[in-house]
C-alpha cells in the first residue's frame, strides 16, 4: 500500500530556513502529482505547492518566491520543500500528498494519499 513519510519540522525565527522530507513507498512504478499542503489550527488545509509526473511546479501565493518544491535527483519517490524566509503565519502542520485525482490542486480533496505530517512552528 502507499506510504507517505514526512520529516524536516522545527521551530524557528522568523526569516530561517527549513527543509521538509517526504519519502513514499508502494507506488508500484505509478509516478504521480504530488504536493505539500498546510493546515493551521481551526483553518482548512490548503495547497502549498504541487509538483507534476513531468516536473512542473505551481505554488499558492502565499509562498511564491519563498518556498521550492522538489524531488529528489537520484530518487523520484522523495519530495522535497524548502522554505525561506519564513513568516509567523507560515506555522502549520505541513502535509506530503500525492496522487492527484481532483481538478483543483490546492483542495486536499483533490489528492487520493495522505501523510501524517510535521510541524512548523515560526516565531517572531
Known amino acids: 500500500q502507499v506510504q507517505l513519510m514526512e520529516s524536516g519540522g522545527g521551530s524557528v525565527q522568523a526569516g530561517g530556513s527549513l527543509r521538509l522530507s517526504c519519502v513514499a513507498s508502494g507506488f508500484g512504478g505509478s509516478r504521480f502529482n504530488m504536493a505539500w499542503f498546510r493546515q493551521a489550527p481551526g483553518q482548512e488545509r490548503k495547497g502549498v505547492a504541487r509538483?507534476?509526473?513531468?516536473?512542473?511546479?505551481?505554488y499558492d501565493d502565499s509562498v511564491k518566491g519563498r518556498f521550492t518544491i522538489s524531488k529528489d535527483n537520484a530518487d523520484e519517490n522523495t519530495l522535497y520543500l524548502q522554505l525561506n524566509s519564513l513568516k509567523p503565519e507560515d506555522t502549520a502542520m505541513y502535509y506530503c500528498?500525492?496522487?492527484?485525482?481532483?481538478?483543483?490542486?490546492?483542495?486536499?480533496?483533490?489528492?487520493?494519499?495522505w501523510g501524517q505530517g510535521t510541524q512548523v512552528t515560526v516565531s517572531s
Open positions: 500528498a500525492a496522487h492527484q485525482i481532483g481538478t483543483n490542486w490546492y483542495e486536499s480533496k483533490s489528492f487520493r494519499f
Open positions: 509538483i507534476t509526473n513531468t516536473g512542473s511546479t505551481i
